[in-house]
Nanobody, 129 residues
Framework: QVQLVESGGGLVQAGGSLRLSCAASGRTFSMYAMGWFRQAPGKEREFVAAINWSGSTTYYADSVKGRFTISRDNAKSTMYLQMNSLKPEDTAIYYC??????????????????????WGQGTQVTVSS
């Protein structure tokens, strides 16, 4: 089992940047594929980005492609989401998630919430216009 804690959220003006972190504890971090999801008020939780165990494979939602970058440091058991050119519509609670230790990502499943077994509590990101 792995425990996940997000940090780095906050209030930022449109066009600004934030870097989210997801610190993991428990089992070996490098075993897990990881993902970022977000949930805006009144909306369902949606996929943002995913990364495989080694960092060699990444996926992004179309809405964040070119603005957000997902990365991981297995030595630090931490995953990151660098968010640039933020927009008011990026306002949401951001959650990190880990799979069951399989570590790989597949085109048909990386965006599905059911692919991930462990979730953090979330960190609020608010982008003002």
């Amino acid at each position: 089992q792995v425990q996940l804690v997000e940090s780095g959220g906050g209030l930022v003006q449109a066009g600004g940047s934030l870097r989210l972190s997801c610190a993991a504890s428990g089992r070996t971090f490098s075993m897990y594929a990881m993902g970022w999801f977000r949930q805006a008020p009144g909306k369902e939780r949606e996929f943002v980005a995913a990364i495989n165990w080694s960092g060699s494979t990444t996926y992004y939602a179309d809405s964040v492609k070119g603005r957000f970058t997902i990365s991981r440091d297995n030595a630090k058991s931490t995953m990151y989401l660098q968010m640039n050119s933020l927009k008011p519509e990026d306002t949401a609670i951001y959650y990190c998630a880990a799979d069951n230790g399989h570590g790989a990502l597949y085109p048909g499943s990386y965006y599905r919430q059911g692919t991930y077994d462990y979730w953090g509590q979330g960190t609020q990101v608010t982008v003002s216009s």
